[in-house]
């Protein structure tokens, strides 16, 4: 199907203002909008894409979206847990298998590799990058327990698919996923 609108040049030229507009402090941009702004707890949002990516993985066995979702939530988990003087999940467990073990890690590879699946279906650098290798359902599991271990290190308050999650961990004990 083609899309065969004349050329407005008037819409042209409002997109490319508002686009310019973007360049101007936050602030000054919404100045003019007046209350319609509110202000969010970064820790509210993060729990909401966590609760979501719960449902899309499942429920809905959409595991890009659950992977996307709570990689979303987990580095923003991450990131307050660190600002408080507090250690990641990545990080404590890196100090547990250091304390436990002779060899020496590269811990900024170790981190990249964990992070490796969100964000190779985050980033798209060139045609090199079109295609993941992933395993969808594994790697979203792996965020989402990640992500939940640091909500409930940050002692949120556990929702019905936090608790649902946590007993779907517990099912996959003995076959796996």
Same mark, same amino acid.
């Given at each position: 199907?083609?899309?065969?609108?004349? $050329?407005?040049?008037?819409?042209?030229?409002?997109r490319w203002q508002g686009l310019a507009n973007c360049a101007r402090?936050?602030?000054?941009?919404?100045?003019? =909008?007046? #209350?319609?702004?509110?202000?969010?707890?970064?820790?509210?949002?993060?729990?909401?894409?966590?609760?979501?990516?719960?449902?899309?993985?499942?429920?809905? %066995?959409? &595991?890009?979206s659950a992977l996307h979702l709570a990689g979303a939530a987990q580095? =923003?988990?991450?990131?307050?847990?660190?600002?408080?003087?507090?250690?990641?999940?990545?990080?404590?467990?890196?100090?547990? &298998?250091?304390?436990?073990?002779?060899?020496?890690?590269?811990? /900024?590879?170790?981190? #990249?590799?964990?992070?490796?699946?969100?964000?190779?279906? %985050?980033?798209?650098?060139?045609?090199?990058?079109? &295609?993941?290798?992933? #395993?969808?359902? !594994?790697?979203?599991?792996?965020?989402?327990?990640?992500?939940?271990?640091? &909500?409930? /290190? !940050?002692?949120?308050?556990?929702?019905? #698919? =936090?608790?649902? $999650? /946590?007993?779907? =961990?517990?099912?996959?004990?003995e076959n796996g996923l």
């Amino acid at each position: 199907m083609q899309y065969n609108k004349p $050329f407005n040049e008037n819409a042209s030229k409002q997109r490319w203002q508002g686009l310019a507009n973007c360049a101007r402090p936050l602030t000054e941009r919404y100045k003019p =909008i007046g #209350n319609l702004m509110e202000k969010f707890d970064k820790l509210d949002i993060a729990d909401e894409m966590l609760e979501s990516a719960i449902e899309s993985y499942l429920d809905g %066995k959409k &595991y890009f979206s659950a992977l996307h979702l709570a990689g979303a939530a987990q580095e =923003i988990y991450g990131k307050w847990i660190r600002i408080n003087g507090g250690k990641d999940h990545t990080t404590t467990m890196l100090d547990l &298998y250091e304390s436990s073990s002779s060899e020496v890690i590269d811990r /900024k590879k170790v981190k #990249n590799e964990d992070k490796r699946a969100k964000n190779t279906i %985050k980033h798209f650098d060139n045609k090199d990058d079109r &295609y993941a290798l992933l #395993n969808p359902n !594994l790697d979203s599991f792996m965020l989402i327990t990640e992500a939940v271990t640091e &909500y409930i /290190k !940050l002692e949120r308050n556990e929702t019905p #698919n =936090i608790i649902r $999650f /946590k007993a779907f =961990i517990m099912s996959t004990r003995e076959n796996g996923l």
